[in-house]
């Protein structure tokens, strides 16, 4: 599994890990914020989160990360 923090101020590395699957980030009531493409649907990224993705490329998103994650910076 990969897996990548948003940061609020790091776009362009979430575009280069996630792809398409991530659509440009917005500002909303104080908060950086993007919309992530996951199997379930478009999700909510929050600063803070984390951005992961399955042996079979699919994408979710967690508050923590995962403990078997590789890190991607």
Avoid: H
């Amino acid at each position: 599994m990969k897996q990548i923090q948003y940061t609020g101020t790091n776009y362009a590395e979430i575009k280069r890990f996630a792809g398409d699957a991530v659509l440009a980030p917005y500002f909303c009531m104080g908060f950086n914020m993007l919309s992530l493409n996951t199997r379930d649907g478009f999700v909510t990224v929050n600063e803070g989160d984390w951005i992961l993705q399955d042996e079979t490329g699919e994408f979710s998103v967690s508050c923590r990360p995962s403990e078997s994650g590789e890190t991607q910076s």
